[in-house]
């Protein structure tokens, strides 16, 4: 029974020590704010959101997280290549199909989180972009953000006033998850003091 129980306790330590690896060896996530207000709205007050994940050179298979959409939208987006997960987190995968289209009221900010997993090889590059075009499609009113992923690094270029690029608040972990680790220490304590 002793057996039983250490081997027990050895097991939940462990997968409370993964569970807190998984999280520290997640990637950079940024936070993009973009404005809308300030555009000329002669033309209507709407405009589309355009996101697409393209590789230049490159053919390795990257993948681009999209977390925490939040705007003015007025209807569902188009999806091409993308993938909805069940807490709505976008999936783009890096191919030229890869398009994210969406109605949106102009005067409302914009804001989103991302992170790339991994990054291209020696050969190419791959960029995100979201850009801003007019209501009717009849011009593009900004290119709002654009990431580029080369073999060393990730950059990115804003267009100036209207958006801005900076860390992603870290997330508050779930009690439950919190909640895991410190069970899974006290019992390794226990299980230390007891060996003693």
Known sequence: MTYLKSLFSQA????????????????????????????????????YLEMYFAPFGSADPLTATLSKLQGAFLEEPTLNQVTVGPDGTLRFMSDFATD???????????????????????IGTAAFSADLIKGDYSDYLSHAVTFTLQSDSIGYVTDPGVASVGPAAADVPEPSAAALVLIGLMMAGAV???RA
């Open 12 to 47: 939940f330590l462990a997968a409370a020590l993964l569970a807190g690896a998984g999280a520290a060896n997640a990637g950079a996530v940024y936070h993009v704010d973009i404005k809308t207000a300030g555009f000329d709205t002669s033309g209507g007050d709407t405009a």
């Open 192 to 194: 230390a003091r007891r």
């Open 100 to 122: 994210y289209l969406r109605l949106f009221k102009l005067g409302q900010d914009i804001s989103f989180d991302i992170s790339f997993d991994g990054l291209p090889s020696d």
